[in-house]
């Protein structure tokens, strides 16, 4: 008999604390619903699951040569630490490097301190600036690229304010000599009356910036506080000012990730961009098509995901350099299911569904998170993400993991 235990059913995309100031949901939401569950939104019973899936084989990678791909990593929050929410984040610094470690020896580069690693919600500006001197002083060969933000303010800040909160943030990248990711800021989105203060922001960083930079288009799905980003809510015209961006500033400007989960938006802006610029792809729900690419360009990779699927996404890349696309697909396309689970709506909460896969597969010792956001997904949407991780072939222990499942669920009053 194979490994198997009682799962929930239902109610499997609703997930998030009433109380939570996070982003909501927003554009379409595939449904990722796994085989043999229910997605009734009443609740649901008990199924006996039997694993099925075949963990991707592990192993060291060399970095992907056809394409450049970072994982976006999420902190391990300490057990012993008050990690309720709205307190400073109490980081378990130890498994939190391990894991960037693991992402490292598998050939992926390391975006750091980024959104899955809870920027704005959890993890506060002191334990972000940590983060980054940490991850920067064992990254090899400067495999690493480190979010430069504005999160240390506070309230309602002028556009100087947040030119200055955004020099702060770009000398912490620069001393540690990391790429830096000029995210997008909820602060410059609310104090912005044009896109020309937009521009007068962007010109000034990258004037600024020692080394090129990677921009960041993050979608109201992830956040709703950047709604109207770039000083408009049309895609066309806020697609065309940041190309005039770019072109004015070439030089400064390595690519941009965009995360819209639309892979027609993207397209269009990677066609759009000068020779030489990239576009990394922030979309959960369509990478392998966008990675592979067309017979015009191809994205390269800036994802979250690839936290959660990390010895798949190596796999996935190594096959890509060698031109075996069916072996691409094979790995990647039980991926998709996945992602669209972990990245369902309200989307912001995927950060639970990264946390939630690191420890079921050993990289953390407790299912706990900075700001308390484990419990950001219920129990019925957490048992469709370990069903759909184990078809997917990323339950890299099957056993661990039913074992650390089955002690949530007793925990939870589920007799698994």
């Known amino acids: 008999m194979g490994l198997e235990l009682r799962l929930p059913t239902g109610a499997g995309n609703h997930g998030g604390p009433a109380s939570a100031t996070g982003a909501g949901g927003g554009g379409s939401q595939p449904d990722s619903a796994p085989r043999g569950s229910r997605s009734a939104h009443d609740g649901g019973g008990l199924e006996t699951y039997r694993l099925s899936g075949v963990p991707v084989a592990q192993g060291t990678y060399r970095p992907a040569s056809s394409r450049l791909a970072f994982a976006a990593a999420h902190v391990v929050a300490d057990p012993l630490g008050d990690n309720s929410p709205g307190a400073p984040a109490v980081v378990d610094w130890e498994h939190t490097l391990a894991f960037r470690r693991y992402l490292w020896s598998l050939g992926l580069s390391v975006a750091e301190a980024m959104d899955t690693a809870q920027r704005g919600m959890g993890l506060d500006w002191k334990a972000t600036q940590e983060l980054i001197r940490r991850s920067a002083g064992e990254a090899p060969d400067g495999r690493i690229a480190v979010g430069v933000g504005t999160d240390q303010l506070t309230g309602p800040a002028a556009l100087d304010a947040v030119i200055g909160a955004y020099e702060e943030q770009l000398a912490v990248a620069e001393d540690v000599s990391a790429q830096p990711i000029l995210m997008a800021s909820r602060a410059l989105c609310a104090a912005a009356e044009s896109p020309d203060d937009y521009r007068k922001v962007y ?14 288009w993050l979608g109201p799905m992830f956040d709703p506080a950047l709604e109207g980003y770039w000083g408009s809510d049309s895609f066309e015209s806020a697609m065309a000012f940041v190309v005039d961006l770019i072109n ?8 941009i990730k965009i995360s819209l989960l639309d892979a027609t938006y993207e397209v269009a802006l990677r066609n759009s961009l000068p020779e030489g610029v990239r576009l990394y792809t922030g979309d959960d729900f369509n990478y392998p098509e966008l990675i592979r690419g067309d017979d015009n360009r191809h994205s390269d990779a800036l994802l979250g995901i690839f936290a959660a699927i990390a010895p798949a996404a190596a796999a996935a890349l190594k096959a890509l350099d060698s031109g075996d696309l069916a072996e691409y697909t094979r790995v990647f396309e039980p991926t998709v299911p996945l992602a669209r689970q972990i990245f369902s709506a309200p989307t912001y909460y ?12 050993g990289h953390q010792p407790g299912f706990t998170m900075v700001g308390g956001l484990q419990t950001g997904r219920s129990l019925p949407h957490l048992a469709d993400t370990f069903r759909l991780a184990d078809q997917a072939g990323v339950l890299t222990d099957p056993e661990l993991a039913v074992d650390r499942f089955r002690q949530l669920l007793r925990v939870s009053g589920v007799d698994a």
């Open 350 to 361: 995927y950060k639970t569904g990264i946390a939630f896969l690191a420890w079921l597969n």
């Open 248 to 255: 004015d500033n070439v030089a400064k400007v390595d690519g």
């Open 203 to 216: 010109d000034h960083l990258l004037n600024q910036s020692t080394r090129p930079v990677i921009l960041h």
